[in-house]
Nanobody
Framework: QVQLVESGGGSVQPGGSLRVSCAAS????????MYWYRQASGNQRELVAR???????NYADSVKGRFTVSRDNAKNTVYLQMNSLKPEDTAVYYC???????????????WGQGTLVTVSS
């Protein structure tokens, strides 16, 4: 069984920084694209950033220049470095990964449980 576990959420003042991490574990053959989404209270879940296995990245316009997504393939982990945080960045942040399992060779979209980021003075 494959799972994603996020960590690093918390509270920060506007203008501050925070890094969230997401580690995959289980019967993993390889991981293709990895994603960060967020969902603010009362809103739909939105894509924040994407990183390919070869480190190609895409960002939502709202976070460009402030957020950086990276990954460590040896650790099956994806990171989201968030700088210059704003109150509107407050949300539950979820990671998602396209994981090829080692048992069946199938590709699954696996979601993490989410981690809360609160930006407030």
């Amino acid at each position: 069984q494959v799972q994603l576990v996020e960590s690093g959420g918390g509270s920060v003042q506007p203008g501050g920084s925070l890094r969230v991490s997401c580690a995959a574990s289980g019967s993993i053959l390889s991981i293709n694209d990895m994603y960060w989404y967020r969902q603010a209270s009362g809103n739909q879940r939105e894509l924040v950033a994407r990183i390919s296995r070869g480190d190609s990245t895409n960002y939502a316009d709202s976070v460009k220049g402030r957020f950086t997504v990276s990954r460590d393939n040896a650790k099956n982990t994806v990171y989201l470095q968030m700088n210059s945080l704003k109150p509107e960045d407050t949300a539950v942040y979820y990671c998602k990964a396209e994981i090829v399992d080692s048992r069946w060779g199938k590709t699954w979209d696996i979601w993490g449980q989410g981690t809360l980021v609160t930006v407030s003075s």
